[in-house]
Protein backbone atom coordinates (compact mmCIF):
# COMPACT_ATOMS: atom_id res chain seq x y z
CA UNK A 1 0.00 0.00 0.00
CA UNK A 2 1.22 3.37 -1.08
CA UNK A 3 1.86 6.32 1.45
CA UNK A 4 -1.38 8.07 0.29
CA UNK A 5 -3.61 5.04 0.12
CA UNK A 6 -6.56 4.70 2.24
CA UNK A 7 -6.70 2.61 5.11
CA UNK A 8 -9.28 -0.13 4.89
CA UNK A 9 -11.44 0.50 7.99
CA UNK A 10 -11.18 4.61 6.23
CA UNK A 11 -12.83 3.30 3.30
CA UNK A 12 -15.43 1.17 4.81
CA UNK A 13 -16.32 4.74 6.95
CA UNK A 14 -16.78 6.61 4.07
CA UNK A 15 -18.40 3.89 2.44
CA UNK A 16 -21.29 4.04 5.15
CA UNK A 17 -20.75 7.82 5.37
CA UNK A 18 -22.21 7.91 1.61
CA UNK A 19 -25.08 5.54 2.24
CA UNK A 20 -26.27 7.70 5.13
CA UNK A 21 -26.19 11.21 2.58
CA UNK A 22 -27.80 9.19 -0.15
CA UNK A 23 -30.66 7.76 2.36
CA UNK A 24 -31.53 11.58 3.30
CA UNK A 25 -31.43 12.52 -0.91
CA UNK A 26 -33.68 9.65 -1.02
CA UNK A 27 -35.61 10.49 1.91
CA UNK A 28 -36.07 14.01 0.82
CA UNK A 29 -37.19 13.25 -2.85
CA UNK A 30 -39.84 10.74 -1.53
CA UNK A 31 -41.08 14.09 0.33
CA UNK A 32 -41.68 15.46 -2.93
CA UNK A 33 -43.24 12.87 -4.25
CA UNK A 34 -45.82 13.08 -1.56
CA UNK A 35 -46.17 16.46 -2.81
CA UNK A 36 -45.82 15.63 -6.24
CA UNK A 37 -43.22 17.57 -7.16
CA UNK A 38 -41.67 15.12 -9.47
CA UNK A 39 -38.94 17.28 -10.74
CA UNK A 40 -37.60 18.46 -7.43
CA UNK A 41 -37.97 14.58 -6.74
CA UNK A 42 -36.00 13.86 -9.41
CA UNK A 43 -32.91 15.44 -8.67
CA UNK A 44 -33.17 14.63 -4.91
CA UNK A 45 -32.52 10.93 -6.24
CA UNK A 46 -30.16 12.14 -8.47
CA UNK A 47 -27.87 13.75 -5.53
CA UNK A 48 -28.77 10.74 -3.97
CA UNK A 49 -27.35 8.35 -6.52
CA UNK A 50 -24.23 10.62 -6.57
CA UNK A 51 -23.35 9.63 -2.77
CA UNK A 52 -24.04 5.82 -4.38
CA UNK A 53 -21.64 6.15 -5.98
CA UNK A 54 -19.26 7.38 -4.17
CA UNK A 55 -19.63 4.42 -1.65
CA UNK A 56 -19.76 1.90 -4.82
CA UNK A 57 -15.71 3.25 -5.36
CA UNK A 58 -15.25 3.32 -1.63
CA UNK A 59 -16.06 -0.04 -1.75
CA UNK A 60 -14.49 -1.48 -4.42
CA UNK A 61 -10.71 -2.64 -4.49
CA UNK A 62 -9.71 1.16 -6.52
CA UNK A 63 -11.44 3.14 -2.99
CA UNK A 64 -7.93 2.75 -1.82
CA UNK A 65 -6.41 5.49 -4.31
CA UNK A 66 -9.45 7.63 -4.55
CA UNK A 67 -7.81 10.42 -2.09
CA UNK A 68 -8.35 14.21 -2.53
CA UNK A 69 -6.17 15.94 -4.91
CA UNK A 70 -2.36 17.33 -3.50
CA UNK A 71 -2.13 19.87 -5.34
CA UNK A 72 -5.79 21.34 -4.42
CA UNK A 73 -5.03 20.53 -0.63
CA UNK A 74 -1.90 22.72 -1.08
CA UNK A 75 -3.72 25.22 -2.36
CA UNK A 76 -6.63 25.06 0.07
CA UNK A 77 -3.83 25.18 2.81
CA UNK A 78 -2.26 28.45 1.04
CA UNK A 79 -5.94 30.12 0.75
CA UNK A 80 -7.12 29.78 4.10
CA UNK A 81 -4.55 31.49 5.94
CA UNK A 82 -5.26 33.33 9.25
CA UNK A 83 -6.64 37.46 7.35
CA UNK A 84 -9.00 35.08 4.33
CA UNK A 85 -10.51 32.63 6.86
CA UNK A 86 -11.65 35.35 8.93
CA UNK A 87 -12.76 38.04 6.23
CA UNK A 88 -14.85 34.65 4.54
CA UNK A 89 -16.26 34.49 7.07
CA UNK A 90 -17.42 37.66 7.95
CA UNK A 91 -18.24 37.75 3.99
CA UNK A 92 -20.41 34.91 4.32
CA UNK A 93 -22.55 36.37 7.16
CA UNK A 94 -23.10 39.47 5.24
CA UNK A 95 -24.52 36.82 2.59
CA UNK A 96 -27.00 35.09 4.63
CA UNK A 97 -28.34 38.18 6.09
CA UNK A 98 -28.89 39.95 2.75
CA UNK A 99 -29.47 36.56 0.79
CA UNK A 100 -31.19 34.37 3.85
CA UNK A 101 -34.28 34.85 1.62
CA UNK A 102 -32.90 32.77 -1.07
CA UNK A 103 -30.63 30.97 0.92
CA UNK A 104 -33.22 29.32 3.81
CA UNK A 105 -34.98 28.29 1.10
CA UNK A 106 -35.20 23.73 1.54
CA UNK A 107 -34.05 23.50 -1.74
CA UNK A 108 -30.65 25.64 -1.92
CA UNK A 109 -29.99 24.65 1.61
CA UNK A 110 -30.08 21.05 1.24
CA UNK A 111 -28.10 21.99 -1.94
CA UNK A 112 -25.41 23.40 0.05
CA UNK A 113 -25.66 20.49 2.54
CA UNK A 114 -25.07 17.84 -0.22
CA UNK A 115 -21.95 19.95 -1.18
CA UNK A 116 -20.19 20.51 2.13
CA UNK A 117 -21.07 16.57 2.36
CA UNK A 118 -19.39 15.71 -0.56
CA UNK A 119 -16.37 18.65 0.35
CA UNK A 120 -16.36 17.18 4.15
CA UNK A 121 -15.87 13.45 2.52
CA UNK A 122 -13.48 14.44 -0.20
CA UNK A 123 -11.45 15.93 2.71
CA UNK A 124 -11.72 13.18 4.96
CA UNK A 125 -9.27 11.11 2.67
CA UNK A 126 -6.80 13.58 3.45
CA UNK A 127 -4.32 11.34 6.48
CA UNK A 128 -3.79 15.13 8.25
CA UNK A 129 -7.40 16.50 8.21
CA UNK A 130 -8.57 13.31 9.38
CA UNK A 131 -6.42 12.91 12.26
CA UNK A 132 -7.99 16.48 13.43
CA UNK A 133 -11.24 16.33 12.67
CA UNK A 134 -11.27 11.94 14.13
CA UNK A 135 -9.49 13.59 17.04
CA UNK A 136 -12.07 11.99 19.91
CA UNK A 137 -12.28 15.43 21.76
CA UNK A 138 -12.38 17.44 18.24
CA UNK A 139 -15.48 15.11 17.46
CA UNK A 140 -18.49 16.72 19.67
CA UNK A 141 -16.91 19.94 17.60
CA UNK A 142 -18.40 18.75 14.34
CA UNK A 143 -21.26 17.75 16.19
CA UNK A 144 -21.79 21.53 17.51
CA UNK A 145 -21.00 23.17 14.10
CA UNK A 146 -23.27 20.81 12.15
CA UNK A 147 -25.90 21.73 15.08
CA UNK A 148 -25.32 25.75 14.98
CA UNK A 149 -25.76 25.41 11.22
CA UNK A 150 -29.17 23.92 11.10
CA UNK A 151 -30.73 25.94 14.37
CA UNK A 152 -29.01 28.92 12.29
CA UNK A 153 -31.51 27.68 9.20
CA UNK A 154 -34.49 27.06 11.18
CA UNK A 155 -34.50 30.26 13.01
CA UNK A 156 -33.83 32.29 9.88
CA UNK A 157 -36.07 30.01 7.42
CA UNK A 158 -38.97 30.98 10.27
CA UNK A 159 -38.18 34.56 10.39
CA UNK A 160 -38.38 35.09 6.63
CA UNK A 161 -41.96 33.32 6.81
CA UNK A 162 -42.69 34.98 9.39
CA UNK A 163 -41.73 38.47 7.66
CA UNK A 164 -43.79 37.06 4.82
CA UNK A 165 -47.13 36.79 7.00
CA UNK A 166 -46.84 40.11 8.92
CA UNK A 167 -46.27 42.15 5.18
CA UNK A 168 -49.21 40.67 4.24
CA UNK A 169 -51.44 41.17 7.51
CA UNK A 170 -51.56 37.57 8.37
CA UNK A 171 -50.27 36.61 12.38
CA UNK A 172 -47.16 34.83 12.36
CA UNK A 173 -46.63 30.53 12.42
CA UNK A 174 -46.21 30.60 16.45
CA UNK A 175 -48.93 33.39 17.40
CA UNK A 176 -51.45 30.18 17.30
CA UNK A 177 -54.17 29.26 20.02
CA UNK A 178 -53.47 25.70 20.56
CA UNK A 179 -51.78 24.87 23.90
CA UNK A 180 -51.10 21.63 25.63
CA UNK A 181 -50.26 20.99 29.43
CA UNK A 182 -47.32 20.17 30.96
CA UNK A 183 -48.78 17.03 31.98
CA UNK A 184 -49.16 14.47 29.82
CA UNK A 185 -47.39 16.00 26.90
CA UNK A 186 -44.34 17.76 27.91
CA UNK A 187 -43.38 15.26 30.59
CA UNK A 188 -43.69 12.46 27.82
CA UNK A 189 -41.84 14.86 25.36
CA UNK A 190 -38.36 15.06 27.77
CA UNK A 191 -38.92 11.47 29.04
CA UNK A 192 -38.36 10.26 24.80
CA UNK A 193 -35.74 12.67 25.03
CA UNK A 194 -33.91 11.64 27.89
CA UNK A 195 -34.10 8.21 26.72
CA UNK A 196 -32.57 8.82 23.11
CA UNK A 197 -29.49 11.33 24.46
CA UNK A 198 -28.68 8.44 26.89
CA UNK A 199 -28.67 5.95 24.47
CA UNK A 200 -26.46 7.91 22.11
CA UNK A 201 -24.12 8.60 25.13
CA UNK A 202 -23.58 5.11 25.82
CA UNK A 203 -23.00 4.39 22.72
CA UNK A 204 -20.69 7.04 21.79
CA UNK A 205 -19.18 5.94 25.19
CA UNK A 206 -18.70 2.35 23.64
CA UNK A 207 -17.15 3.94 20.01
CA UNK A 208 -14.85 6.71 20.83
CA UNK A 209 -11.87 6.39 23.92
CA UNK A 210 -11.65 8.86 26.46
CA UNK A 211 -9.45 11.52 25.63
CA UNK A 212 -7.43 11.16 28.41
CA UNK A 213 -3.82 12.54 28.74
CA UNK A 214 -0.90 11.95 30.57
CA UNK A 215 -1.07 12.74 34.74
CA UNK A 216 -0.34 16.79 34.77
CA UNK A 217 3.00 17.83 34.92
CA UNK A 218 5.05 21.13 35.33
CA UNK A 219 7.82 19.35 33.51
CA UNK A 220 6.31 18.51 30.36
CA UNK A 221 3.10 20.59 29.06
CA UNK A 222 1.10 19.42 25.94
CA UNK A 223 1.85 21.09 22.94
CA UNK A 224 -0.44 22.87 21.68
CA UNK A 225 -1.59 23.75 25.20
CA UNK A 226 -5.72 24.01 24.54
CA UNK A 227 -8.27 25.10 27.07
CA UNK A 228 -11.27 23.03 26.75
CA UNK A 229 -13.59 24.43 23.61
CA UNK A 230 -15.80 26.52 25.14
CA UNK A 231 -12.89 28.51 25.89
CA UNK A 232 -10.93 28.42 22.58
CA UNK A 233 -13.03 31.77 21.81
CA UNK A 234 -10.91 33.56 24.88
CA UNK A 235 -7.99 31.66 24.41
CA UNK A 236 -7.80 33.05 21.09
CA UNK A 237 -8.36 36.30 22.27
CA UNK A 238 -5.00 36.29 24.35
CA UNK A 239 -2.88 36.18 20.97
CA UNK A 240 -4.49 40.15 20.00
CA UNK A 241 -4.95 41.68 23.75
CA UNK A 242 -3.18 41.98 27.31
CA UNK A 243 -4.53 39.01 29.84
CA UNK A 244 -6.09 41.32 31.73
CA UNK A 245 -8.15 42.60 28.25
CA UNK A 246 -9.00 39.28 27.31
CA UNK A 247 -8.83 36.83 30.45
CA UNK A 248 -10.73 39.71 32.84
CA UNK A 249 -12.21 43.10 31.07
CA UNK A 250 -13.76 41.19 27.72
CA UNK A 251 -15.37 37.98 29.69
CA UNK A 252 -16.93 40.53 32.08
CA UNK A 253 -17.96 42.78 29.47
CA UNK A 254 -19.53 40.08 27.58
CA UNK A 255 -21.46 38.81 30.85
CA UNK A 256 -22.78 42.22 32.08
CA UNK A 257 -23.87 43.33 28.34
CA UNK A 258 -25.52 40.04 27.75
CA UNK A 259 -27.24 40.87 31.05
CA UNK A 260 -28.15 44.34 30.26
CA UNK A 261 -29.54 43.54 26.71
CA UNK A 262 -33.32 43.09 27.96
CA UNK A 263 -33.00 46.52 30.14
CA UNK A 264 -31.16 48.87 26.76
CA UNK A 265 -34.07 46.92 23.96
CA UNK A 266 -36.31 49.47 23.32
CA UNK A 267 -38.16 47.30 20.62
CA UNK A 268 -41.13 45.45 22.14
CA UNK A 269 -41.71 43.58 18.43
CA UNK A 270 -40.80 39.95 17.49
CA UNK A 271 -41.38 38.68 21.72
CA UNK A 272 -42.39 34.85 21.18
CA UNK A 273 -42.09 34.51 17.45
CA UNK A 274 -39.13 34.46 14.58
CA UNK A 275 -38.50 37.57 13.03
CA UNK A 276 -35.95 38.94 11.45
CA UNK A 277 -37.16 42.76 9.20
CA UNK A 278 -38.57 43.87 12.97
CA UNK A 279 -35.60 43.57 14.53
CA UNK A 280 -32.54 43.53 11.77
CA UNK A 281 -29.97 45.37 13.96
CA UNK A 282 -30.17 43.46 17.03
CA UNK A 283 -30.57 40.05 15.37
CA UNK A 284 -27.31 41.07 13.67
CA UNK A 285 -25.59 42.37 16.07
CA UNK A 286 -26.22 39.41 17.83
CA UNK A 287 -25.46 36.56 15.38
CA UNK A 288 -22.67 38.65 14.22
CA UNK A 289 -21.14 38.08 17.48
CA UNK A 290 -21.74 34.74 18.38
CA UNK A 291 -21.51 32.95 14.94
CA UNK A 292 -18.09 35.04 13.90
CA UNK A 293 -16.26 36.53 16.93
CA UNK A 294 -17.50 33.11 19.23
CA UNK A 295 -17.94 29.62 16.82
CA UNK A 296 -15.67 30.92 14.03
CA UNK A 297 -13.08 31.66 16.96
CA UNK A 298 -13.32 28.33 18.51
CA UNK A 299 -13.02 26.76 15.24
CA UNK A 300 -9.74 28.35 14.76
CA UNK A 301 -8.09 27.37 17.78
CA UNK A 302 -9.90 23.72 17.67
CA UNK A 303 -9.12 22.84 14.27
CA UNK A 304 -6.52 25.57 12.54
CA UNK A 305 -4.12 26.06 15.91
CA UNK A 306 -1.22 23.46 15.96
CA UNK A 307 1.71 23.19 18.07
CA UNK A 308 3.10 26.33 18.78
CA UNK A 309 -0.14 28.29 18.58
CA UNK A 310 1.28 28.65 14.74
CA UNK A 311 -1.61 28.55 12.77
CA UNK A 312 -1.95 25.79 9.49
CA UNK A 313 -4.08 25.68 7.32
CA UNK A 314 -6.70 22.20 7.24
CA UNK A 315 -4.30 20.17 5.27
CA UNK A 316 -1.75 20.88 6.79
CA UNK A 317 0.46 18.70 8.96
CA UNK A 318 0.92 19.59 12.45
CA UNK A 319 4.84 20.23 12.43
CA UNK A 320 5.99 21.11 15.79
CA UNK A 321 9.05 22.36 14.28
CA UNK A 322 7.29 24.75 12.48
CA UNK A 323 8.64 28.82 13.15
CA UNK A 324 7.28 31.37 11.84
CA UNK A 325 9.47 34.83 11.95
CA UNK A 326 7.20 37.57 13.68
CA UNK A 327 8.18 40.64 14.98
CA UNK A 328 4.84 41.90 16.87
CA UNK A 329 5.67 45.80 17.63
CA UNK A 330 4.25 48.52 19.41
CA UNK A 331 2.50 51.48 17.55
CA UNK A 332 4.21 53.39 19.15
CA UNK A 333 7.43 52.00 18.12
CA UNK A 334 6.36 52.28 14.16
CA UNK A 335 5.43 55.76 15.20
CA UNK A 336 8.59 57.52 16.79
CA UNK A 337 11.37 55.08 14.53
CA UNK A 338 9.80 56.12 11.67
CA UNK A 339 11.12 59.50 12.74
CA UNK A 340 14.32 58.13 14.05
CA UNK A 341 13.61 58.30 17.42
CA UNK A 342 13.81 56.20 20.25
CA UNK A 343 11.11 55.74 21.61
CA UNK A 344 12.32 54.26 25.52
CA UNK A 345 14.07 57.26 25.57
CA UNK A 346 10.83 58.97 25.92
CA UNK A 347 8.15 59.50 28.97
CA UNK A 348 5.42 56.99 28.81
CA UNK A 349 2.90 59.32 28.35
CA UNK A 350 4.43 60.99 25.08
CA UNK A 351 5.79 57.92 23.64
CA UNK A 352 2.21 56.45 23.82
CA UNK A 353 1.02 59.51 22.79
CA UNK A 354 -0.28 58.48 19.00
CA UNK A 355 -1.75 55.38 20.37
CA UNK A 356 -3.87 57.19 23.05
CA UNK A 357 -4.95 60.02 20.49
CA UNK A 358 -5.84 56.79 18.53
CA UNK A 359 -8.00 55.43 20.89
CA UNK A 360 -9.75 58.63 22.26
CA UNK A 361 -10.82 58.83 18.12
CA UNK A 362 -12.04 55.04 18.35
CA UNK A 363 -14.44 56.52 20.72
CA UNK A 364 -15.56 59.62 19.29
CA UNK A 365 -17.61 57.51 17.57
CA UNK A 366 -20.35 57.41 20.58
CA UNK A 367 -21.52 61.21 20.13
CA UNK A 368 -20.84 61.23 16.15
CA UNK A 369 -23.35 58.36 15.55
CA UNK A 370 -25.29 59.42 17.93
CA UNK A 371 -25.67 62.77 15.67
CA UNK A 372 -25.80 60.86 12.07
CA UNK A 373 -26.72 56.51 11.73
CA UNK A 374 -27.82 55.94 14.84
CA UNK A 375 -29.48 58.78 15.68
CA UNK A 376 -33.03 56.97 15.46
CA UNK A 377 -31.57 55.03 18.68
CA UNK A 378 -29.96 57.90 20.63
CA UNK A 379 -33.78 59.40 20.38
CA UNK A 380 -35.80 56.60 21.41
CA UNK A 381 -32.81 55.00 24.16
CA UNK A 382 -31.82 58.10 25.73
CA UNK A 383 -28.31 59.01 26.34
CA UNK A 384 -27.96 56.32 29.19
CA UNK A 385 -28.99 53.09 27.42
CA UNK A 386 -27.88 54.57 24.20
CA UNK A 387 -23.97 55.04 25.67
CA UNK A 388 -24.43 51.67 27.19
CA UNK A 389 -25.01 50.24 23.41
CA UNK A 390 -22.54 51.99 22.01
CA UNK A 391 -20.00 51.43 24.71
CA UNK A 392 -20.48 47.85 23.49
CA UNK A 393 -21.02 47.61 20.04
CA UNK A 394 -17.40 49.44 20.21
CA UNK A 395 -15.59 46.66 22.51
CA UNK A 396 -17.29 43.84 19.81
CA UNK A 397 -15.79 45.65 16.97
CA UNK A 398 -12.67 46.09 18.69
CA UNK A 399 -11.48 41.90 18.21
CA UNK A 400 -11.95 42.05 14.34
CA UNK A 401 -9.97 45.42 14.15
CA UNK A 402 -7.07 44.04 16.63
CA UNK A 403 -7.09 40.52 13.98
CA UNK A 404 -6.75 42.05 11.18
CA UNK A 405 -4.25 44.61 12.30
CA UNK A 406 -2.31 41.73 13.98
CA UNK A 407 -2.32 39.78 10.80
CA UNK A 408 -1.35 42.55 8.29
CA UNK A 409 0.90 44.70 10.72
CA UNK A 410 2.22 42.41 13.16
CA UNK A 411 0.44 45.14 15.32
CA UNK A 412 0.55 44.13 19.03
CA UNK A 413 -0.80 47.06 21.29
CA UNK A 414 -1.93 50.05 19.86
CA UNK A 415 -1.04 51.60 23.61
CA UNK A 416 1.51 50.37 25.83
CA UNK A 417 2.11 51.02 28.88
CA UNK A 418 4.08 48.38 31.17
CA UNK A 419 4.79 50.89 33.55
CA UNK A 420 1.42 51.21 34.80
CA UNK A 421 0.59 47.26 33.42
CA UNK A 422 -1.75 48.87 30.65
CA UNK A 423 -1.92 47.42 27.72
CA UNK A 424 -4.87 48.04 24.50
Same mark, same amino acid.
Given at each position: ????????????G??? $?? &?????????? #? $????????????L?????A???? !?H???Y??????H?????????W??W?T *?????F???? &???????????E @?????????L??VV??????A?T???????I??E? *??P????????????? @???????L *???????????????????????D???????????AT???????V????P???????????????A?????????????????M??V?L???????LI???????????????????????????M???????????VLG?????P???????????????? &???????????????? *?????????????L?????? @???????? !??????L?P????????????? &??????? #???P???V??W?????Y??????Y?F??
Amino acid at each position: MHDHDLPSAVQSGLAV $YY &VLAAALNAGF #A $YYHVRHRDRPQALIWLLAAGVFL !VHSFLYLSPAGGHLVINESLANWVDWAT *NAVTYFVLST &VAFVAVIIFRKE @LTSPAVAWGLMDVVLLAFGWAMTNPDFRSIIAKED *NVPIVMLLAAVGFFTW @LALRRAVL *NDDLIASGKPPLEKDDDKVLVWPDLVYTELICMVIATAALVVWAVLLKAPLEQPATSAKAPNPSKAPWYFLGLQEMLVYYDPWMAGVWLPTLIIVGLIALPYIDYNQKGNGYYTFRERKFALSTFMYGFLVLWVVLIVLGTFLRGPNWNFFGPFERWDPHKV &VPLNNVNLSEMFWLAF *NIVPTDLHWFVRELPGIVLV @LAYLMVVP !VLARTVLRPFYIRMGAVRYLIL &VILLLHM #AALPIKMVLRWTMNLKYIVAIPEYFFNI
